[in-house]
Structure formats: structure tokens, C-alpha cells
């Protein structure tokens, strides 16, 4: 079974500038959470697609942005890059179904704004 | 609304010592409850849950957890610290949709020293 994987690892941006970070769900699962982690603090959810349609959001602006496609996979869009936005952003893929559905994380990409 | 508080921002204790890791949490419906381990520059790995199945929940690692409704408390323990322990912790909740998980709310984090 192959886990969740995340693409870069690292990334280094310029304010202003925009960024795309992909992610791979984990075999079988159907649903992608995205999660911002500031250095230091606990991850955020900034939000989650099904079926390929957010399907909740947290207190994030418009510029972030994401996509999922048909086989799953997701991308998070950031525009307009402000130095705040430095952080490790993390995927996370689950299984909606009858009962629990964990939500699985990838090793997350680092993104730094300078 | 749901939020975690985790209290200790940093725990050290000796090799083959007790490890208790202390969470709170607030939630206005039945909760999932959480806890993930995050090594240096790695992401979140589930060490446990709670599903509103039994209260006393055994993870991975030796690791177990308490869901205490009265305390509204879910504290993390395992009864012999080991070096390779040595990371950061976070709880989280989710709401309980009727079995269908929400949004993870996560702690800020407490990160463990093991001493030798």
C-alpha cells in the first residue's frame, strides 16, 4: 500500500510570487486535506476535497486555492506569497465512508517566503 | 467549536521513566479523538485514536491514552521512556458526524526529551 506522498520537499519563493504543491493520496482513499504548520504551532486546516469539490475550509484567504482530480490527488494554489505564509503545508488522505476515516499525512513540503 | 489544549510545551524525562503528555479538549458535539507524533523535519504519524469505543485506547509504540468525558481530558502515556520517544506530540479533535470525521483541530504541541 503506498502512502501519501508530497511533491517538493523544499521550495524557497518570493513575496508576491505564486506557488503549486502537489500531493498523491494514499491507495484507496477518496478524500484530501490540506494543513498549513507555522514553525512552532500545531498544523491548521485550511481545507479539504471530495469527490473533487472543497468540502469544508478554514480561516484562510482566498489566494489559497486547490484542486482535486479524478484519481485523487490534490494541489494547493497559493497566490500573491506573503512572508507569513512560510510554513510546512502538510496533505493528509482519508476514506469517507460508514465509520471513522483517519486522515493519513504526507511528509509535507517546506515552503519559505523571503 | 473544538479546540485542544495541551498543557507543556516541553516534557523531559529520564530513559525508561513514565511519559505523560497532557490534553484537553473542548467540543460542542461527541468527538474523535487524536494523537499524532512528528519527527524532526518529518510529518504527522498516527500513534492513536479514540472513537467512542472503549475509553482506554492502545497505539502503536507502547503508547496509550485515556478518554476521561468527565475531565474532558485525553492524556497520553507510555510507562517506560525510550531514546528514540524523542519528538514532538500533537492531540487533535474532530467532530463526530455520526461516524463521518470533520476537520482535524490540533493542539500546539508538546515536545518530548528523553534523557539518558
Known amino acids: 500500500e503506498t502512502g501519501v506522498t508530497q511533491s517538493p520537499t523544499h521550495l524557497i519563493k518570493t513575496r508576491g510570487q505564486q506557488v503549486t504543491l502537489r500531493c498523491s493520496s494514499q491507495?484507496?482513499?477518496?478524500?484530501v486535506s490540506w494543513y498549513q504548520q507555522a514553525l512552532g504551532q500545531g498544523p491548521q486546516f485550511i481545507f479539504q476535497?471530495?469527490?473533487?469539490?472543497?468540502?469544508g475550509r478554514g480561516n484562510f484567504p482566498p489566494r489559497f486555492s486547490g484542486l482535486q482530480f479524478p484519481n485523487y490527488s490534490s494541489e494547493l494554489n497559493v497566490n500573491a506569497l506573503e512572508l507569513d505564509d512560510s510554513a510546512l503545508y502538510l496533505c493528509?488522505?482519508?476514506?469517507?465512508?460508514?465509520?471513522?476515516?483517519?486522515?493519513?499525512f504526507g511528509p509535507g513540503t517546506r515552503l519559505t517566503v523571503l | 467549536a473544538q479546540s485542544v489544549t495541551q498543557l507543556g510545551s516541553h516534557v523531559s524525562v529520564s530513559e525508561g521513566a513514565l511519559v505523560l503528555l497532557r490534553c484537553n479538549y473542548s467540543?460542542?458535539?461527541?468527538?474523535?479523538l487524536f494523537w499524532y507524533v512528528q519527527y524532526p523535519n518529518q510529518g504527522l504519524q498516527l500513534l492513536l485514536k479514540y472513537t467512542s469505543a472503549a475509553t482506554l485506547v492502545k497505539g502503536i509504540n507502547g503508547f496509550e491514552a485515556e478518554f476521561k468525558k468527565s475531565e474532558t481530558s485525553f492524556h497520553l502515556t507510555k510507562p517506560s521512556a525510550h531514546m528514540s520517544d524523542a519528538a514532538e506530540y500533537f492531540c487533535a479533535v474532530s467532530p463526530n458526524y455520526g461516524g463521518s470525521q470533520g476537520n482535524l483541530i490540533f493542539g500546539k504541541g508538546t515536545k518530548l526529551s528523553v534523557k539518558p
Open positions: 476535497y471530495y469527490r473533487e469539490e472543497e468540502n
Open positions: 491507495s484507496g482513499h477518496n478524500t
Open positions: 493528509a488522505s482519508s476514506r469517507r465512508a460508514s465509520g471513522t476515516d483517519t486522515q493519513y
Open positions: 467540543s460542542s458535539v461527541p468527538p474523535y
